[in-house]
């Protein structure tokens, strides 16, 4: 017996969850001031640098790697 498939199925990956994001980040960059959050973002000292970097290295430790498919290399000519 076939599974059915959902149109609009729930969970991570969903359809009407991917919709809501980007429609949020459309918003968002419409209406903010993009370059002055990033600004504001940026650390004041150099001991919040270096917990950036070091927050930033933790994260990365645990990751699995890239994603392969996100670097495709271009079809050489």
Do not use: C, F, L, W
Request: glycine share 8%; aromatic share 2%.
């Amino acid at each position: 017996m076939k599974p059915t498939v959902s149109k609009d199925p729930k969970g991570e990956g969903s359809y009407a969850g991917t919709r809501q994001y980007n429609e949020g980040v459309k918003d968002h960059v419409q209406h903010h001031d993009i370059e002055k959050e990033a600004r504001d973002a940026e650390p004041r000292t150099a001991a919040e640098a270096q917990e950036m970097k070091d927050a930033e290295r933790e994260g990365a430790s645990r990751s699995k790697g890239e994603d392969p498919s996100v670097r495709k290399s271009k079809p050489s000519k």
